[in-house]
Every structure is written in C-alpha cells, then in structure tokens.
Nanobody, 124 residues
Framework: QVRLEESGGGRVQPGGSLRLSCAVS????????IGWFRQAPGKGREGVSC??????STGYADSVEDRFTISRENPVVDLEMNNLKPENTAVYYC???????????????????WGRGTQVTVSS
C-alpha cells in the first residue's frame, strides 16, 4: 500500500519560514519523483517543486525558485519554505510519480499517488 504523509504545516507571519516533510512508503519503482503541489482557496492545484528520488534532480515553479528548497533523505522529502508571503497560503500536497523528470513533474496536474495535504497559512 502506497502512503504519503505530510507534516509541518501551520501558521506563520509574512517573511517567516516553514519546513514541510513527506514520508513515503510502499512506492517502489526504480525511478520516481516526489512533488509538492498546493491549492489555494478558490484556485486550482499547481506544482511547487519536485525531486527525483534516485539522483536528486529538482524542479521548481518560477514563483518559488529563489525561496523554496526541496531535498530528500529517502524515504522523506522536505520542502523548506523561506520568506513566505500571504499568497503562499494553501493546502500543500505531497505526490508521487513514476519516472525521473523533476522539471516536468512540476507542470503536471496528475500524479500516481497523493497525500492528504497539510495547511499552510501565511498571515499577520
């Protein structure tokens, strides 16, 4: 059984930082990517960042590339988010996809498996 469990969400003031973690279990293809996606209130889901499990290549959305950092210590994938802005408020989801193209992963709307999400609220 594939499981992706997010943790680390919460409330933070603008300019603050949060670290999200995704624990992956039961997903065993040789090559796969883990991605972080988000959905803000009233908006569609969008890709934030992805990382390839085996070689560690990464991909980022343009809006976060200079502030967010994705990393992996298999089987956990972290997303370090710095200088958070109110528009970063969303439910953040972890997802898994067979393959190894982390840059393409960020642009996808469909993944093989999804976590349940964790709320991130940026507000003063």
């Amino acid at each position: 059984q594939v499981r992706l469990e997010e943790s680390g969400g919460g409330r933070v003031q603008p300019g603050g930082s949060l670290r999200l973690s995704c624990a992956v279990s039961g997903f065993t293809p040789t090559y796969y990517v883990i991605g972080w996606f988000r959905q803000a209130p009233g908006k569609g889901r969008e890709g934030v960042s992805c990382i390839a499990r085996r070689y560690g290549s990464t991909g980022y959305a343009d809006s976060v590339e200079d502030r967010f950092t994705i990393s992996r210590e298999n089987p956990v994938v972290d997303l370090e988010m710095n200088n958070l802005k109110p528009e970063n408020t969303a439910v953040y989801y972890c997802a898994a996809l067979s393959g190894e193209n982390a840059r393409a992963c960020v642009k996808r709307l469909q993944m093989d498996y999804w976590g349940r999400g964790t709320q991130v609220t940026v507000s003063s």
